[in-house]
T-cell receptor
Framework: GQQVMQIPQYQHVQEGEDFTTYCNSSTTLSNIQWYKQRPGGHPVFLIQLVKSGEVKKQKRLTFQFGEAKKNSSLHITATQTTDVGTYFCAGPFIQGAQKLVFGQGTRLTINP | NAGVTQTPKFQVLKTGQSMTLQCAQDMNHEYMSWYRQDPGMGLRLIHYSVGAGITDQGEVPNGYNVSRSTTEDFPLRLLSAAPSQTSVYFC????????????FGPGTRLTVT
């Protein structure tokens, strides 16, 4: 079945360092979504990427969608303690559908 | 708007017991879904619904039932709880059009002993 793999599973950084998580799909995706889950909380939508090669920025966060629409990345510049949490990517099971398959997530911890 | 609400927040069951996890949303979203979250496994889709009266299975449906009699409510039933169902359960609803953003409830932490 369709799989979405995410690496690394864990990442520990010093505050101020950069952080990147990568997402790879076994199939071409019509779009990819990113979510953030704070410790003890629920996932919160960050962004959706739709176009091949798309790059979107939200302040210190940069999201990319690969040219082949099978991979994506999230890069955080100069991490802050508020960035702590688990970041998930998710793609639709079927082209254009709302039914999502999630990656395993990357848990980010930060040393202040 | 309350968004997506779930009850209870915590539950302990004995093996073989049944129970219903409640989920409600007040955003008039047609699409709703249930996920379970286990360490290192991400979020796995249990069941989903594209509207009242319509439900379908996700990745891990065994041991769970759902129904959708109204747009607002989407309860998840555990028929005969097993220790393997110890998990955190999230209900979500989705906007009807792009970007199909999913709004998650606060979750139910279930322990089966």
């Amino acid at each position: 079945g369709q799989q979405v793999m995410q690496i690394p599973q864990y990442q520990h950084v010093q505050e101020g360092e950069d952080f990147t998580t990568y997402c790879n799909s076994s199939t071409t995706l019509s779009n990819i979504q990113w979510y953030k889950q704070r410790p003890g909380g629920h996932p919160v939508f960050l962004i959706q990427l739709v176009k091949s090669g798309e790059v979107k920025k939200q302040k210190r966060l940069t999201f990319q969608f690969g040219e082949a629409k099978k991979n994506s990345s999230l890069h955080i510049t100069a991490t802050q303690t508020t960035d702590v949490g688990t970041y998930f990517c998710a793609g639709p099971f079927i082209q254009g559908a709302q039914k999502l398959v999630f990656g395993q997530g990357t848990r980010l911890t930060i040393n202040p | 708007n309350a968004g997506v609400t779930q009850t209870p927040k915590f539950q302990v069951l004995k093996t073989g017991q049944s129970m219903t996890l409640q989920c409600a949303q007040d955003m008039n979203h047609e699409y709703m879904s249930w996920y379970r979250q286990d360490p290192g496994m991400g979020l796995r889709l249990i069941h989903y619904s594209v509207g009242a009266g319509i439900t379908d299975q996700g990745e891990v449906p065994n041991g769970y039932n759902v129904s959708r009699s109204t747009t607002e409510d989407f309860p998840l039933r555990l028929l005969s709880a097993a220790p393997s169902q110890t998990s955190v359960y999230f209900c979500a609803s989705s906007t009807p059009g792009p970007p199909y953003e999913q709004y998650f409830g606060p979750g139910t932490r279930l322990t089966v002993t």
